[in-house]
């Protein structure tokens, strides 16, 4: 942002090409030349260079002086250690949480149950994803540890290109994960500690599922 908050276009320019790559309109391992993006941008290079810095640094992207814009993919390696890191971290929140949610914690998940399950009658793989996303987000805040939640926001990009990933395959997972998310918040509001294997088969199958 610019002193008088509009975006840079060095900004527009990074958000354009990672939603292309999330949504794999560019595809893994897909080559890209500074050109291309320029006239599918229809900007100058210096956002676009500035950008790509930006990307490459995140592991979205490889740029080479050779072959060009690499699109990267997630390794199985890496996807298999980013679930299990969530299914520590995601299970420890249950446990703290559990009975101990407020009226207005309660309130905003519920509002964020009822906004995921219009994306998933509406088969909205997009907003389903950060519907998703944000209700575990809730959950990680709402513990109150502050690292918990930075890891989960840190990682949120590339769990959104996972859950589409998932949703390309299959659009009527987004009807199962959401089931899933609500038998979990009815555990954690009466303090079931049934929450806790719930969150943990909720990932670890969502993980499973994604090399089927």
């Known amino acids: ?15 354009k090409i990672k939603e292309s790559i999330l949504t794999e309109v560019y595809s893994p391992g897909q080559f890209l030349s500074e050109r291309e993006l320029i006239e599918a941008l229809q900007m100058s ?3 676009i260079k500035s950008a790509l810095v930006r990307l490459e640094t995140e592991g979205f992207v490889t740029v080479s002086s050779k072959q060009g814009i690499i699109i990267n993919d997630l390794s199985v390696d890496r996807i298999t250690d980013i679930y299990d890191l969530r299914t520590a971290l995601e299970t420890f929140v249950c446990e703290q949480i559990g009975g101990r949610l407020t009226a207005e914690q309660i309130r905003r998940i519920e509002t964020n149950l009822k906004e995921t399950e219009e994306s ?4 909205d793989a997009k907003a389903f994803t950060l519907k998703d996303h944000e209700f575990h987000q809730l959950l990680c805040q709402f513990s109150g540890n502050q690292e918990i939640y930075r890891i989960l926001l840190n990682y949120h990009d590339h769990l959104r290109r996972i859950t589409l990933r998932h949703l390309k395959k299959d659009p009527n997972r987004m009807k199962r994960f959401f ?11 009466s303090g079931d ?20």
Do not use: R, W
């Open 193 to 212: 500690l049934k929450s806790i294997q719930l969150m943990k088969a909720h990932l670890q199958n969502s993980k499973k599922e994604l090399f089927l």
């Open 179 to 189: 089931m899933e998310h609500k038998e979990i918040f009815d555990c954690l509001i």
């Open 45 to 47: 290079k210096t956002p």
């Open 1 to 15: 942002m610019d002193g008088k908050g509009t975006p840079l276009l060095k900004d527009i320019a990074y958000n």
């Open 120 to 123: 998933v009658n509406e088969l």
